[in-house]
């Protein structure tokens, strides 16, 4: 496929991710988490980043919190506090713009990250199927951190994949600031990235730029939690 076509291609895709997406209309209601993470986000973007530990101190001191996102998801919780600020808007379809965002760029990861693995046609057919995903469409248009998180993560696959180890090294640190389930993406690249335990007979050299890059990931997520 010629690189004309394929970026063509790779443009109406995005295009039409951006048209179902906003073709619903602007969403009025909010439920759940996202009041915890629209409530944080505003805290933020009002207060500033102290803000954080006066939330965290709230969050630990009742049991009842446990069910709701902790404040400790800096990342998405950040993030949406700056976009509050830029924009001037503090409420929900700000942090809803973030999710947008962040929809848009998982489809676009998806077809680059499929062109270098396996070609240009796969690529293209898994961007329509991450631009049509009617669950990705509905985490796009809400106040949630999911689509923000699946970015994060998608960049660090790709940056591995590359072995661009700083930016493996932000994108995993950002992830682990938005969803604690992103230590299983550290543990997955550390296994599979290079296999330098023994097995089978066979050992593979230590690469140490992998490890460096995942243990500042840790370092960093540790600082901003801490």
């Known amino acids: 496929m010629r690189a004309t076509r394929f970026h063509l291609g790779a ?34 973007a009002t207060h500033g980043p102290q803000a954080f530990l006066a939330l965290a101190q709230e969050y630990v001191s009742s049991p009842d919190w446990a069910v709701w996102p902790p404040p400790t998801r800096i990342g998405y919780i950040g993030v949406s506090a700056l976009a509050c600020r830029v924009l001037g808007a503090y409420a929900g379809p700000t942090l809803a713009l973030v999710s947008m965002i962040s929809g848009l760029l998982v489809v676009w ?45 998608l960049l660090a696959l790709w940056a591995w994949y ?25 543990s997955g690249i550390g296994i599979a990235g290079r296999p330098w335990l023994p097995w089978r007979g066979w050992r593979a050299p ?19 939690t801490l």
Request: glycine share 8%; charged share 15%.
């Open 109 to 153: 990861m998806t077809i680059g990250l499929g062109w270098r693995l396996l070609g240009p046609q796969i690529g293209l057919l898994a961007g329509l199927l991450a631009a049509t995903s009617p669950l990705a469409i509905h985490l796009s248009r809400r106040a949630l951190q999911d689509e923000f998180f699946a970015a994060l993560v």
């Open 206 to 224: 230590v690469d140490w730029r992998l490890i460096r890059a995942l243990l500042a990931a840790l370092a960093v997520a540790g600082l901003f």
């Open 162 to 186: 590359e072995r661009w180890h700083m930016t493996l090294a932000l994108a995993l640190a950002g992830a682990l600031l938005t969803k604690e389930s992103a230590v299983l993406v550290l």
């Open 11 to 44: 443009s109406v895709i995005l295009a039409l991710a951006l048209a179902v997406r906003l073709a619903p209309g602007p969403v009025t209601d909010w439920r759940g988490d996202e009041g915890v993470y629209i409530r944080d986000a505003v805290s933020v």
